[in-house]
């Protein structure tokens, strides 16, 4: 059973273009983080969002936390070729101390 | 800024051979756990450890795995007979307390031959 769902999967698009990459999950989470990685390295951590409703920028990034706190987006504005990576959102529950990752969202920006 | 660090980066390992991946976490952390993410899929919670013992574990973390706090900087994860679907890379991670953000070493990109 995969708890955190992330959509589009793969996606190829023109530098300068927008996108959103989705989080989705049926269960609630305490705090939930976004994640880029790069090949052969460890995910490289962007931003936590904590409260439902909540968005956060980072430069050209905006997260977005759901407000029942079971989604997030990450919309990433006029993209260039140095947002090329794997996006990983994760969440942490409740109770417990595992962080559940999402199924990855590898993102191509072509010059 | 300080980091989480892994060694070896790369290991290479005879099917059935103990392995040991070795951890260097953020040093004022207290929380630590493991991942493993096999060539081309999504990154799999392994274990977490507080206060010497492991707090929470997988599925996938059966009897041949075990972690270790052998000293007050390391944190290693030993596979005591590999199998080849152990083939993956796998990485340490660490937090201030529970519910901070895990910071994510380079990973040890593991072998089984």
């Known amino acids: 059973t995969q708890l955190l769902e992330q959509s589009p999967q793969f996606l190829s698009i023109q530098e300068g273009e927008n996108l959103t990459v989705y989080c989705n999950s049926s269960?609630?989470?305490?705090?939930l983080q976004w994640y880029r990685q790069e090949p052969g390295e460890g995910p490289v951590l962007l931003v936590t969002v904590v409260t439902g409703g909540e968005v956060k920028k980072l430069k050209r990034l905006t997260f977005q936390f759901g407000d029942a706190r079971k989604d997030s987006s990450l919309h990433i504005t006029a993209a260039q070729t140095g947002d090329t990576g794997l996006y990983l959102c994760a969440g942490l529950r409740n109770t417990g101390n595992q962080f559940y990752f999402g199924t990855g969202t590898s993102l191509t920006v072509i010059p | 800024e300080p980091e989480v660090t892994q060694t070896p980066s790369h290991q290479v390992t005879q099917m059935g051979q103990e392995v040991i991946l070795r951890c260097v976490p953020i040093s004022n952390h207290l929380y630590f756990y493991w991942y493993r993410q096999i060539l081309g899929q999504k990154v799999e919670f392994l274990v977490s450890?507080?206060?010497?013992?492991?707090?929470?574990k997988s599925e996938i973390f059966d009897d041949q795995f075990s972690v270790e706090r052998p000293d007050g900087s390391n944190f290693t994860l030993k596979i005591r007979s590999t199998k080849l679907e152990d083939s993956a890379m796998y990485f340490c991670a660490s937090s201030e307390v529970r519910d901070q953000p895990q910071h994510f070493g380079d990973g040890t990109r593991l072998s089984i031959l």
């Open positions: 450890f507080y206060n010497n013992e492991i707090s929470e």
């Open positions: 269960s609630v989470f305490s705090s």
